[in-house]
């Protein structure tokens, strides 16, 4: 059985070499010292999982992760960041934009060979269940088959968001359409059965009421104004 493939984002000579010795071992192990080589090396390679420091030389590893999870090549390829910064507002960005999980410097090595190790197993188990299917999308995991929907905090935990019939599919047609402003018609037409006697206020109602449950992620389903509803992509501000 071939290895699996790991590409580290990171410009620090010293850090590479301690990851390397951590996963060479078990992985076969690439890194890149700036996103213009990382590109570079994805469209040459095919990877398991890609580690991204935030901080590099000709960018940041936030505008790296967006580009990544909007290429269909690496859209589906689980992203974890290691670095330096440690504000709860770089955390749920990183999450936001579809991360995996977050791990700070300095690494312990067993702890950190450890978290990798899960999120390719987590990684490998999604994509060989046959019940696994679904979606991913910034915080939140969908679990179509199972009409369920996880959440992430800030620390990367997920929990089960408890939703009602109508909230779940809601939720799941504004996942499923991200930036896209969507009229009130489009979502009554979507969600509710054309026949029923349901007006725009009980769009609302329930916008209302997901957005109690989404907690700090409440913001992104923002209203826009004589039209409906956008749910955003990027985080914006806390």
Same mark, same amino acid.
């Given at each position: 059985?071939?290895?699996?493939?790991?590409?580290? %984002?990171?410009?620090?000579?010293?850090? #590479?070499?301690?990851?390397?010795?951590?996963?060479?071992?078990? !992985?076969?192990?690439?890194?890149?010292?700036?996103?213009?080589?990382?590109? &570079?090396?994805?469209?040459?390679?095919?990877?398991?999982?890609?580690?991204?420091?935030?901080?590099? @030389?000709?960018?940041?590893?936030?505008?790296? #992760?967006?580009?990544?999870?909007?290429?269909?090549?690496?859209?589906?390829?689980?992203?974890?960041?290691? @670095?330096?910064?440690?504000?709860?507002?770089?955390?749920?960005?990183?999450? @936001?934009?579809?991360? &995996?999980? !977050?791990?700070?410097?300095?690494?312990?090595?067993?702890?950190?060979?450890?978290?990798?190790?899960?999120?390719?197993?987590?990684?490998?188990?999604?994509?060989?269940?046959?019940?696994?299917?679904?979606?991913?999308?910034?915080?939140?995991?969908?679990?179509?088959?199972?009409?369920?929907?996880?959440?992430?905090?800030?620390?990367?935990?997920?929990?089960?968001?408890?939703?009602?019939?109508?909230?779940?599919?809601?939720?799941?047609?504004?996942?499923?359409?991200?930036?896209?402003?969507?009229?009130?018609?489009?979502?009554?037409?979507? %969600?509710?059965?054309?026949?029923?006697? %349901?007006?725009?206020?009980? %769009?609302?109602?329930?916008?209302?009421?997901?957005?109690?449950?989404?907690?700090?992620?409440?913001?992104?389903?923002?209203?826009?104004?004589?039209?409906?509803?956008?749910?955003?992509?990027?985080?914006?501000?806390?």
């Amino acid at each position: 059985m071939s290895k699996q493939s790991i590409l580290l %984002v990171e410009d620090s000579p010293e850090l #590479c070499l301690l990851v390397s010795t951590i996963l060479e071992p078990s !992985y076969h192990f690439i890194s890149s010292n700036s996103i213009s080589d990382a590109k &570079e090396k994805i469209k040459d390679n095919k990877f398991d999982l890609i580690i991204l420091d935030i901080e590099l @030389t000709d960018g940041d590893g936030f505008s790296l #992760c967006m580009w990544l999870k909007n290429q269909s090549k690496t859209t589906a390829i689980p992203i974890i960041f290691l @670095t330096n910064r440690s504000s709860p507002y770089d955390k749920v960005l990183g999450f @936001t934009l579809g991360a &995996e999980d !977050y791990i700070q410097k300095p690494i312990e090595p067993l702890e950190f060979k450890a978290r990798v190790g899960a999120r390719l197993r987590r990684n490998n188990d999604l994509n060989d269940s046959s019940t696994s299917i679904g979606f991913v999308a910034g915080p939140f995991r969908v679990e179509l088959n199972m009409g369920k929907i996880y959440m992430k905090n800030v620390e990367g935990n997920e929990s089960s968001l408890e939703l009602t019939h109508k909230e779940y599919k809601l939720l799941v047609y504004f996942l499923q359409n991200r930036d896209r402003v969507l009229t009130r018609g489009q979502i009554l037409d979507k %969600v509710w059965d054309q026949t029923m006697n %349901v007006t725009d206020r009980t %769009v609302d109602s329930h916008v209302y009421t997901i957005r109690k449950k989404m907690g700090s992620y409440a913001h992104l389903i923002e209203s826009i104004p004589k039209e409906g509803y956008m749910f955003k992509s990027s985080l914006g501000s806390l």
